[in-house]
């Protein structure tokens, strides 16, 4: 609860924890990366490429000698695959609300960039648009997403060194780019020019800080001040950034700013033409602030 600052543990008290990693020396104290360390009742310090096939052939073992074991876990197998079927069906059935609705929401950008890539061998950089996209694209391949950014001011700069990692391979790289994030460094366009790192550059431009801007709110609401000043410092509008002609100017291709859901998959197309030969190209996005 942000407003409040306190946290609700989501697992059951019966669930157990076990880690295999190098976490427990990173950090010796009460850090872990962002969070307290997660109690567990086993940490085994291993490199997950060697943990996590031995701990797979220790469980094939104990299941061939096991038949009741076998048969458990088809049950529970068949009743997490109804439950995925009946989940994923809803998610996009939800992900058609609101279609064509200008700001574009989330879930139809996050669809015409499936529709325009799904096709290709893609790698999906950082942003996944408050994850619309793990519910709507087809994560098959282990390399598709390395992570998420590490907050504002993060994300153009992992996306570029993703794109420049996957430089020669044929991969298309698909950056979802925050206006935000790209504001604290435009000039990241100016080194995928220099350097031609190919890269599909989709602006999540919801012309705003909103994650900021959307706290304000919540800490207005919960104080009693005035939530009409919740956006002073956070928006990004009067004047807006034209992030197409931005692209333009650093050198790489750019498009937009587009706000009309049926202009985007067109744009994208052209996009994804460009980055083909080998450069940055950029569609600028107008979408909804959540």
Known sequence: NNAMRTREQLTPPSCDFVEIGFGEINISKWAFDYCRMQPCSIRALADTALGIPALTRACKKRLADDSKLRSRIAERKAAIGKRHDQVWAKWQ???????????????RLALEIWEVIKTEDWVLTA???????RKLWDFDKPYRHPGVELGTSTQIGISL?????????GRIVVDIQPDGDLMFDAGALWIAAKYEIPMLVVMHNNRAYYNDWEHQIRMAKLRGTDEAKAHIGMDLFAPEPDFGALARAMGCYGEGPID????IRPALLRALAEVKKGRLALVDTITQHR
């Open 161 to 169: 060194g993703v794109a420049l990692a996957h430089k020669g391979t």
């Open 127 to 133: 942003n996944t648009l408050k994850q619309q996209v």
């Open 260 to 263: 009309k859901p049926q202009d």
């Open 93 to 107: 059935e939800d992900a058609r609300r609101n279609w064509n609705a200008s700001p574009i929401t989330f879930a």
